[in-house]
């Protein structure tokens, strides 16, 4: 009779822990859609109990909306899936033809893999020197002096370099960089800008780190100090300049700021001629087939698939997700291309009982605000990760806001958050909230989704 007395309270103080959380849930929601900052908004907060995936919380749980880079854990768990965590990308170096009384009669060959992280800073082996010693240790073993190009083989990647729906405003800068067969340094470069003394004076450009691909003009302007980087740049239809717009602070000699790179190609064979193969031309392969014997001389691995979700989740690099998406696609189909990735992505979550509406997406990283997805379709990502054998990479790449594991996503009057969350009585929750369309500073609106979220503590 004890024993059943026991239970019976164990299982009414466990329900009016729940219920507490719901009803407090729904008490700070309810105060929040009340907040003038959601005077024309949309916003949808679903939350499950992660051990038996009850739900503790739903508002619009089932109505599509922008995500940003909260689309991210989804991108990230395929290719958890599909490509597995142990996952490297390849780019192979070698030659076409033969050598003769030490003359390569032929070209060099370069095959890429699609590989993001290509001459990446983040890594010791992906960056420029790393790579430029693979290949002059290669290069110097054939002995040779005399050579013609270099034959880029793009065979199976698609050319379109941005996704469909990203917005002119957003391509031009880093995080608007898209995916190509050959990714060198993330897609961008550095420019280095130069203010006034005065408010409105101009901005100048100093210089490029490295060199850029395009010539560019600034018509940006000085502004407040401490204002920081407002600045955007554009590569416009019809002109051979890039044009730097927008404003950063005055009396500053090295400003920094970054943009994407769209020649990429042309950036890499640049430095492959400075620092090794002086005269070297270069030729591209999309379609047409090599007519000789292609020599590998060696193949360059980039980091495994659990250490590029890291990077992907932690710092929301918007080319990952895209390359990633191309990846799907080039393993499926021998075609790296955005849509049909995009279409392997919906299959595979079908199949796991997300329905094709909730999950209406159009490229990997969330810059798009044409991708609509559901909170619901979020949380079940998310729960469905957690009983996987690679969550523990999984997990440890979602940044901490506010002492909450979760990622975050902004882009323009669009803010969310998706993750887990232990409580302080050891319930453990995983939660989407995402807000489309609303008004005023995003600092604010993140504050208060932050009072929210801390219901879950």
């Not at 920081?228 to 927008?246: C, E, H, M």
């Not at 591209?284 to 087939?289: R, T």
């Amino acid at each position: 009779m004890k024993k059943l007395l026991v239970i019976v309270c164990l299982t009414v103080s466990l329900s009016s822990i729940a219920q507490d959380v719901s009803d407090r849930l729904k008490n700070a929601y309810t105060k929040f859609e009340s907040d003038s900052q959601l005077s024309n908004a949309l916003s949808s907060l679903y939350v499950v109990d992660a051990a038996s995936g009850d739900v503790v919380f739903d508002k619009n749980s089932r109505i599509g909306l922008a995500t940003a880079s909260t689309l991210k854990v989804i991108t990230a768990a395929t290719a958890y899936e599909l490509l597995g965590k142990d996952f490297r990308y390849e780019t192979k170096f070698g030659y076409v033809g033969s050598i003769k009384s030490k003359s390569l009669i032929g070209n060099f060959y370069l095959q890429p893999s699609g590989d993001p992280t290509f001459g990446s800073w983040r890594w010791k082996s992906t960056g420029d020197t790393a790579i430029f010693k693979e290949l002059r240790t290669a290069v110097k073993k054939l002995q040779i002096n005399a050579y013609n190009d270099v034959i880029i083989d793009d065979r199976g990647w698609n050319s379109e370099i941005i996704p469909d729906g990203w917005i002119w405003q957003d391509i031009g800068n880093y995080y608007g960089a898209g995916p190509t067969g050959l990714n060198w340094r993330e897609n961008q470069f550095d420019i280095i800008l130069k203010s006034g003394k005065h408010l409105g004076d101009p901005v100048s450009v100093v210089r490029t780190q490295p060199a850029a691909p395009v010539s560019l003009v600034s018509y940006a302007k000085s502004a407040e100090k401490g204002s920081g980087d407002n600045s955007y740049v554009y590569y416009p239809l019809l002109k051979t300049a890039g044009v730097v717009r927008g404003t950063i602070p005055v009396n500053e000699n090295g400003f920094k700021i970054s943009a994407a790179n769209p020649l990429p190609t042309k950036t890499f064979t640049q430095l492959l001629q400075e620092n090794l193969i002086a005269g070297l031309g270069m030729r591209q392969i999309h379609s047409q087939s090599i007519s000789h014997d292609t020599t590998i001389l060696f193949t360059h691995y980039s980091p495994s698939l659990d250490s590029i979700v890291y990077w992907f989740l932690k710092k929301s690099i918007n080319l990952y997700g895209e390359a990633l998406v191309k990846t799907f696609s080039s393993r499926k189909s021998g075609k790296g291309e955005t849509s049909k990735g995009v279409q392997i992505v919906k299959d595979f979550w079908r199949d796991k009982g997300i329905a094709p509406a909730e999950l209406n997406i159009v490229d990997g990283s969330g810059l798009s605000p044409q991708t609509r997805v559901t909170t619901h379709a979020e949380v079940t990502v998310l729960k469905y990760a957690r009983s996987q054998p690679w969550f523990n990479g999984y997990y440890y790449a979602f940044p901490e806001y506010n002492g909450m594991k979760m990622k975050s996503g902004t882009i323009n009057d669009v803010k969310g958050f998706c993750g887990y969350q232990k409580s302080r009585d050891g319930k453990e929750y995983i939660f989407s909230f995402l807000v489309n369309n609303y008004n005023g500073p995003s600092a604010q609106l993140i504050q208060k989704m932050y009072k929210v979220l801390d219901e879950l503590k």
